[in-house]
């Protein structure tokens, strides 16, 4: 199945609902950091919170999700746009720890003592960010937390995923459904209890059903509108041009040293490991500009 999600309003019953699935980008970001079985469950967990809250946003709006726990993988960072753009990393990709109840421990894996940071650039002079506690170092149910207490919308986060003998995820994707104003914590509570009730997201997406037909098993007996599919891709906004002005940032002593000692500058970025090499001519070119 492809990547996408699907958002829908049910303005009588005065909510809305985003459905999922990101099993693609999971693996292809899995991929490119060579993680081990439970730093993909963790990673692809926050991937799809990233992409669930990138739906809500407006146009050319953006948000960054990192949990940071005292767990050996220390952390995983991920940032999604309102265009379906989403890219992650986790602090150390290899870390693995033993199953608990046939599941990946996520919550060993992160730790249940740390923050989610959330910022969002939605086109103001400054960021916007808010710190929660980790309610348990599992996205969904931090997110959870977070909406709660800092945006204060009822809101329900559930987020699944399964991965196959190779660790590879076999199936990932999410549930957000949330009250639109005048908020009715009531109809929150009401799609809380259905989602319970309904087969967990990943057993839904193994089954084959697509995010449509899990909407419509979510707003069963509601008066819905399905208002978008929107396809859901990893994507990294590294460039050649923004390594190069990261090295201007630094000041031209930086920059001679560099020179001097190096001989070149070498840029890693992060989120999709793209390598930027400035030789001798680069930097030199670099100064004689500065």
Do not use: W
């Amino acid at each position: 199945m492809e990547d996408y999600l699907v958002r829908a309003i049910a303005k009588k019953a005065g909510v809305r609902g985003i459905v999922c699935v990101t099993t693609n980008l999971v693996n292809n970001v899995a991929h490119r950091h060579k993680t081990s079985p439970t730093a993909t469950a963790v990673l692809g967990r926050a991937l799809t919170g990233g992409a669930l809250m990138g739906a809500l946003l407006k146009i050319q709006h953006r948000v960054a999700l990192k949990l940071e726990g005292t767990g050996p993988i220390q952390k995983v960072i991920v940032e999604a746009d309102s265009y379906g753009k989403v890219r992650g990393y986790v602090g150390v990709p290899d870390v693995d720890v033993p199953l608990k109840n046939g599941r990946h421990d996520i919550t060993s894996a992160i730790g249940r003592a740390g923050l989610l940071t959330v910022v969002k650039d939605v086109g103001l002079p400054k960021l916007t960010e808010s710190v929660t506690p980790l309610a348990s170092g599992e996205t969904d149910t931090d997110l959870n937390a977070y909406f709660n207490q800092s945006e204060q919308i009822p809101t329900v986060v559930a987020i699944g995923h399964k991965l196959d003998k190779e660790g590879k995820a076999a199936v990932s994707g999410g549930i957000l459904v949330q009250a639109i104003p005048p908020y009715d914590e009531n109809i929150i509570h009401q799609m809380a209890s259905r989602i319970l009730e309904l087969p967990p997201v990943e057993d839904l997406l193994q089954s084959k059903k697509t995010p449509e037909e899990i909407m419509a098993l979510l707003f069963e007996g509601m008066a819905y509108d399905l208002l978008e599919k929107r396809p859901i891709q990893f994507h990294c906004s590294c460039s050649r041009e923004r390594s190069e002005q990261a090295l201007i940032s630094l000041g031209k002593e930086e920059i001679a040293a560099l020179l001097e000692n190096e001989g070149q500058a070498v840029i890693d970025c992060h989120f999709c490991h793209e390598r930027y090499v400035f030789d001798k001519f680069d930097l030199e070119l670099i100064l004689e500009e500065l």
